[in-house]
């Protein structure tokens, strides 16, 4: 089985740091997502990376960076965490245009 | 952009009737159009999904049906039973079948609660 993997499964940090969330998968695949996601707004598209060193931005990037150096690793930056980026974010991946496998998420609140 | 609007927000739902979870999209060259699960604290899953050419797809209990001239596509749930409960979403996505990513555009959820 794909197995998405991130690195916390809660995180607690203070306004203005700089936050690191880590997501590898093992399946080779050659995309990798982050989603936002909000109780009513459902899962919203921070940016996304169909190879290793590309990146697109998604839907809601503002805020938000990512890095994939290496193509089973996508990390997600928030350079000054706001107390606004609390959420539950989600790493996906897939290969090709279907299926989407997900991390099991990191609940991030910004005190 | 695509939208994608899902209801009901919440469903509850007596173990062993049916449930209905209904999306409409706004783009009419979007083609694929997949549901997931998310169990509580879980990721969502992949369990059914269905293309612009086919109208209907069935697995087991579950089935999705596509109306592309009212660009709206249901999700079908028979015989409910207690780890049915979750939160369902709908997703819509343009593309053609060269595509290497899947950039899907999510409603926002159902939260289906089946009751004994």
């Known amino acids: 089985d794909v197995k998405v993997t991130q690195s916390s499964r809660y995180l607690v940090k203070r306004t203005g740091e700089k936050v690191f969330l880590e997501c590898v998968q093992d399946?080779?695949?050659?995309?990798m997502f982050w989603y936002r996601q909000d109780p009513g707004l459902g899962l919203r598209l921070i940016y996304f990376?169909?190879?290793?060193?590309?990146?697109e931005k998604g839907d809601i990037p503002e805020g938000y960076s990512v890095s994939r150096e290496k193509k089973e690793r996508f990390s997600l930056i928030l350079e000054s965490a706001s107390t606004n980026q609390t959420s539950m974010y989600l790493c996906?991946?897939?290969?090709?245009?279907?299926?989407?496998?997900f991390g099991s998420g990191t609940q991030l609140s910004v005190l | 952009g695509e939208n994608v609007e899902q209801h009901p927000s919440t469903l509850s739902v007596q173990e062993g009737d049916s449930a209905v979870i209904k999306c409409t999209y706004s783009?009419?060259?979007?083609?694929?159009f997949p549901w997931y699960k998310q169990e509580l604290g879980k990721g969502p899953q992949l369990i059914i999904d269905?293309?612009?050419?086919?109208g209907e797809k069935k697995d087991q209990r579950i089935a999705v049906t596509l109306n592309k001239t009212a660009k709206h596509f249901s999700l079908h749930i028979t015989e409910t039973q207690p780890e049915d409960s979750a939160v369902y979403f709908c997703?819509?996505?343009?593309?053609?079948?060269?595509?290497?990513?899947?950039?899907?555009?999510f409603g926002a959820g159902t939260q289906v609660v089946v009751t004994p």
């Open positions: 783009d009419s060259a979007s083609n694929y």
């Open positions: 996906a991946s897939s290969q090709g245009r279907a299926k989407l496998f």
């Open positions: 399946m080779d695949h050659e995309n």
């Open positions: 990376s169909y190879d290793v060193k590309m990146k």
């Open positions: 997703a819509a996505s343009r593309g053609v079948p060269t595509d290497s990513w899947g950039k899907l555009q």
């Open positions: 269905i293309r612009s050419n086919v």
